[in-house]
């Protein structure tokens, strides 16, 4: 079982930065790959960004490509989410997500709202 537990999410306006945490309740935080997905009203939870268990390798949604960075720390079993730039259109819930094998875990997720 992993417990993960998101923050830093918050108001920001347009062209601003937010940087999401979110840590893991494991001692075996390494093998996990981790991801960060978003919901807003009336639409699916849907893909932002993942990273491997190594790091090595990162994949991100085109509509954040450029703008946002996802990174982790294995020492603190943490991931982040640095946003940059930041967009109305990318005002969500934020939801951190561990996936090893066929095994997933969700966190409570943390809201971002950006104004115009």
């Known amino acids: 079982q992993v417990e993960l537990l998101e923050s830093g999410g918050g108001l920001v306006q347009a062209g601003g930065s937010l940087r999401l945490s979110c840590v893991a309740s494991t001692h075996t935080f390494s093998p996990y790959t981790m991801g960060w997905f978003r919901e807003s009203p009336g639409k699916e939870r849907e893909f932002v960004a993942r990273i491997t268990w190594s790091g090595s390798t990162t994949h991100y949604a085109d509509s954040v490509k450029g703008r946002f960075t996802i990174s982790r720390d294995g020492a603190k079993n943490t991931a982040y989410l640095q946003m940059n730039s930041l967009k109305p259109e990318d005002t969500a819930v934020y939801y951190c997500?561990?996936?090893?094998?066929?095994?997933?875990?969700w966190g409570q997720g943390t809201q971002v709202t950006v104004s115009s």
């Open positions: 997500r561990a996936g090893l094998g066929g095994h997933e875990y």
